[in-house]
């Protein structure tokens, strides 16, 4: 991690950083730390974008600039909080301006703050869509252009993005991914001594902090003036025509999509080369900067985690070229003797920490009707018998249909439901004094009211609290879906289960892309188990989907009582999320006395709590029961083939009906 930060310190053209990793791993606390050991910047005096003395923008709002007076500040780690919102981000009109002088005046935002210096966000996974696209604009363009209420201004925003994330928490948008140019895996390290020294140096910061920080003031200096030098070297650099064909060469060799891998692996190289004072790239600087750029852009299955094979580097690299190599192992970055090398491989990823049982829970005061029981005569004699079981792969995911929650909700900004949310796009306006200020609708609320309170013709306009309007924002939002999926005997079947689970991995990618929680109820047998409670880490319910065994009876009941359980006390957590319940079954239910009427009543149960619900009929073979659809009816939920999760499938329908 701390080379990936120097490499992309002295050559912000790497593209920025993405840390993964548990939690408490201290990723925040060094990127915090890296603002420390920036070279001072100059900057044009009064300029608010931070411009160039030696290079200014000619298109700066603040220009042109003539007389320049250079002026030195420290480099700039701006943060970006995953709840800013776009007016905070990429500026807005002045209301102090406009409403005190008439003025329309731009009040930059944090991209131009950010401008020439470094950008972090913590929990990068976890950004709303509508600011990941604005990040994804200045990143590849290098400017920011704001449109918005009578202000049209467009300014530089180059800038080295640096993100953390714990995975746990769900991943990131495939586009943002591949914007950051390096990636890295952290983790707490196991070594006794190692964690010992960490606990020992964070005591003594928090007794003294002057006394800790004076102890390594002449090792950050040391560092800061390293990366300085290696700032003004890195353009002496020579990158051959040997060092380029190994570099295409590598990144052939892994498979990866576009060239941006190359061009990113060849920067790299030569800052890692100037980092250690060599005139030219040696294969030791591109299987450094390999490392770092390719593993998140090698061609992957949907939930697999980014990874490296370093002994396919190795072979890719070669050691047949006579190609001089005086550091084959490059020293560390931190000057701290006591730290593990950087080039050593990364510790693997810790334990599976996603809870796998619900916290004690107390029942709230407004419950639900009472939920049809089990008789104790619906344990017939087969419940203490084996039940043979099969494990199914699932297959390639496919493009799936989308599953939305019926009406307008107001839950977290996402991809799936309608809902009034604090982004996207502007459908009204309330009276009411909130965050984001309609400012048009003020002033026309402001307008009618200017005669009766004596405004001279050419004054200014006077204003009330009362004028003030809210924006009323649509756009979409994300939903907990839960998953609730017959393993029973009757879908045993190895082709028919395992194409029941490439539906559900297809509907998770699809959770996945729209930011959802998912979880994941499976019944079989005589009993319903929450396999996994609800989360942000859709990667985790996927290898639970793998590993879901099949056989047995089907307790239809059990699972939809299960799944509504679930849900009740979701909506107890986190009242504003809407679930969306996906069932997979073929309708049949054969556990227990009256099997199929205590289907019937947990439907009607679950229907009972207002949840929305889509019934997914897995039912094969040319006699059909029609289950499955009688279930959806007493759910009132929508209803679809198994085949019709795909959205190939989708369009194929609507192209028929089209035609006819």
Not at 131 to 153: F, H, I, K, P, Q
Not at 497 to 502: G, L
Not at 524 to 529: H, L
Not at 571 to 594: H, N, Q
């Amino acid at each position: 991690m701390a080379l990936a930060l120097v490499l992309t310190s002295i050559s912000p053209e790497v593209g920025g950083v993405l840390v993964r990793g548990e939690k408490g791993t201290a990723k925040s606390t060094m990127v915090r730390a890296l603002a420390a050991v920036q070279p001072d910047q100059l900057v044009v005096q009064g300029c608010r974008f931070a411009c160039d003395p030696a290079d200014p923008d000619p298109a700066c709002p603040d220009g042109p600039h003539t007389d320049i007076i250079a002026v030195r500040r420290p480099a700039r780690l701006v943060e970006l909080p995953v709840g800013a919102t776009e007016d905070r981000v990429i500026g807005s009109l002045d209301l102090q301006q406009a409403l005190g002088s008439g003025q329309v005046s731009y009040e930059p935002g944090l991209l131009a703050a950010a401008h020439r210096g470094i950008l972090y966000v913590d929990e990068v996974n976890l950004l709303h869509d509508h600011l990941v696209d604005l990040l994804l604009d200045a990143a590849a363009m290098g400017r920011s252009t704001v449109e918005r209420d009578g202000v049209s201004v467009a300014h530089a925003a180059r800038l080295v993005l640096v993100g953390t994330m714990n995975p746990e928490e769900g991943e990131l948008r495939p586009q943002l991914l591949d914007r950051f140019g390096l990636t890295v895996e952290v983790a707490a390290p196991r070594e006794p001594a190692l964690r010992s020294e960490v606990v020992r140096r964070r005591l003594a910061y928090d007794a003294d902090p002057t006394s800790f920080v004076a102890r390594f003031a002449d090792q950050e200096a040391e560092l800061r003036d390293r990366l300085a030098a290696a700032q003004q070297r890195i353009g002496e650099v020579r990158l051959s025509d040997w060092a380029l064909d190994k570099i295409a060469g590598v990144c052939a060799g892994f498979e990866v999509d576009g060239m941006r891998a190359d061009i990113v692996t060849a920067r790299a190289a030569v800052a890692h080369a100037a980092w250690h004072d060599r005139s030219e790239v040696t294969r030791a600087d591109i299987r450094a900067a390999a490392r770092l750029a390719l593993p998140h852009r090698r061609r992957r299955n949907p939930f697999d985690a980014p990874g490296l094979d370093e002994d396919l580097l190795d072979q890719l690299l070669g050691d047949d070229d006579i190609e001089p190599d005086p550091d084959p192992e490059p020293p560390n970055p931190d000057p701290e003797p006591q730290a593990p090398d950087d080039n050593d491989d990364p510790p693997p990823n810790g334990p599976d920490t996603t809870p796998n049982d619900q916290t004690d829970r107390s029942d709230p005061a407004d419950s639900p009707p009472e939920p049809p029981r089990q008789s104790e005569q619906d344990a017939p004699s087969e419940r203490g018998q084996p039940v043979p079981v099969s494990v199914s792969e699932p297959g390639q995911p496919y493009r799936a249909r989308l599953l939305t929650a019926r009406g307008t909700g107001s839950g977290e900004a996402g991809r799936r439901s309608r809902a009034l949310t604090s982004v996207g796009r502007t459908v009204g306006s309330a009276p009411t004094a909130g965050a984001r200020l309609h400012f048009p609708a003020t002033v026309r609320a402001a307008a009618t009211e200017q005669q009766r309170r004596g405004r001279i013709v050419g004054g200014r306009l006077r204003f009330d609290r009362t004028d003030l309007r809210t924006a009323v924002t649509e756009g979409r939002e994300s939903n907990l879906v839960l998953f609730c999926v017959d393993a029973s005997g009757s879908m045993a079947a190895r082709k028919r289960m395992a194409e029941v689970k490439t539906a559900v991995l297809s509907l998770l990618l699809d959770a996945y892309q729209r930011r959802d929680k998912v979880g994941l109820v499976t019944f079989r047998g005589f009993e319903a188990t929450l396999a996994l409670p609800p989360t942000s880490s859709v990667e985790v319910a996927a290898r639970r989907l793998s590993e879901l065994p099949s056989g047995g009876r089907t307790p239809l009941a059990e699972g939809l009582l299960c799944a509504a359980e679930t849900l009740r006390w979701e909506r107890v957590r986190d009242p504003r999320r809407r679930p969306l319940l996906v069932l997979i079954t073929d309708g049949r239910a054969t556990a227990g006395v009256d099997a199929l009427a205590r289907s019937r009543q947990a439907a009607a149960y679950v229907r009972s709590l207002g949840v929305d619900a889509v019934v997914v009929d897995c039912e094969s073979g040319r006699m059909s029961l029609g289950l499955a659809l009688g279930l959806a009816t007493e759910l009132q939920a929508e209803y679809l083939k198994l085949a019709d999760v795909s959205a190939e499938a989708l369009a194929v329908v609507a192209s028929t009906r089209r035609a006819a």
